[in-house]
């Protein structure tokens, strides 16, 4: 959603026994290209929602791709699987899954894309306690509460402060200074 480019990959190895198999699979958002791209094993795939572009060489093999576009939000996309090798009873059973289809491989696309999102969560609190600047307990007396204030406006001089934290720290430093100074003068 919004105005960045997003591209968002999911893969799938579809055991199934029977002569077809329908994926059906909603997105939460609008998306200007939908593109399927799906192991060529022999078998059929249709849809009713992309449009059949042929088969596609890459280095890691040959794919039927699908493609879409404009396809609303909550909108179902539909791959239908006919006559395609079965993954069950005997023989091999390549199924849909990618011929010597390698499961590290997939484990390490699954932990980097992990790693990833995680990265993402924790960017912007980073970014906040970086920008906060560093928290060192205010001293308590009058000349401390000035020489902290001082700090502050030289750090945020310096760009060492973002302006949301310099006036959150010196909004601080002044109330507890003005709390030090009404303790001095009440008998």
């Known amino acids: 959603p919004g105005k960045s480019v ?23 958002y609008p998306a200007d ?15 009713q929602q992309l449009v059949n572009q042929g088969l596609r060489q890459t280095q890691g093999g040959s794919f039927v791709n699908l493609v879409g576009q404009n396809i609303p939000a909550n909108q179902p996309i539909t791959l ?31 932990g980097a894309m992990g790693l990833a999102v995680a990265l993402l969560v924790a960017w912007p609190m980073w970014r906040r306690r970086a920008a906060a600047g560093p928290t060192v307990p205010p001293p308590a007396d009058r000349e401390g509460l000035i020489d902290a ?6 750090a945020f001089e310096d760009g060492q ?10 909004l601080r430093l002044k109330a507890q200074l003005q709390d030090v100074v009404q303790k001095e003068r009440q008998p």
């Open 6 to 28: 997003r591209q968002i990959l999911f893969s799938y190895s579809l055991p199934y026994a029977g002569s077809t198999l329908d994926l059906a699979r909603t997105l939460a």
């Open 33 to 47: 290209n939908v593109n399927a791209l799906i192991t060529d094993v022999g078998a059929p795939v249709t849809s």
């Open 80 to 110: 239908r699987f006919t006559n395609a090798p079965s993954t069950t009873g005997s023989g091999s059973g390549r199924g849909l899954a990618p011929a010597g289809a390698d499961r590290g491989l997939l484990l390490i696309l699954v």
């Open 149 to 154: 204030l001082a700090r502050l406006e030289l």
């Open 161 to 170: 402060l973002s302006e949301s934290a310099y006036r959150e720290q010196r």
